[in-house]
């Protein structure tokens, strides 16, 4: 059992976004930290080779791309988290675990909000969240 590579699956969710001009796909860190071969799936059911341009583990975000995109794929565009306010209605929508069309709502219940991690040795530490304002859209405000 030493030295041999273990393999794993992990399935996630994520919304293309355009950046500089380039389709990409937002997201979460943890499900493509360390991978060696990602495949994105689209509603389509094509699937196409996926590459990672940038990555966050503070965040949990990473920033994919690939190399063909369906033309009925739909962009979300970014918005500042700066008018975002207390109480303000918002959705979330995504694939957790491999369900599709999963939707839930809420309202903005803190801003700014300071978080505790720990460690291994169960220590903590405050520290302020900071989530990216440009992609803050996850949460998608509801007129």
């Not at 689209?42 to 196409?48: A, E, K």
Request: with cysteine; charged share 10%; proline share 4%.
């Amino acid at each position: 059992m030493f030295w041999q590579k273990v393999c794993s699956q992990q399935q996630g969710s994520g919304f293309i976004t355009t950046v500089n001009n380039q389709k990409v796909i937002v997201t979460n860190n943890h499900g493509v930290e360390g991978a060696i071969n990602i495949t994105v799936t689209f509603t389509d059911s094509n699937s196409y080779p996926a590459y990672v341009l940038g990555q966050d583990s503070k965040a949990d975000l990473a920033v994919l791309s690939v190399d063909s995109m369906p033309s009925s794929a739909i962009v979300l565009s970014l918005v500042s988290s700066s008018t975002l306010q207390l109480g303000n209605p918002v959705i979330a929508v995504g694939s957790p675990h491999g369900l599709s069309g999963t939707l839930t709502n809420g309202i903005i219940s803190a801003l700014g909000r300071t978080t505790v991690e720990s460690d291994k040795s169960g220590k903590g530490s405050q520290k302020k969240s900071s989530i990216p304002s440009k992609l803050l859209h996850l949460l998608i405000p509801v007129t």
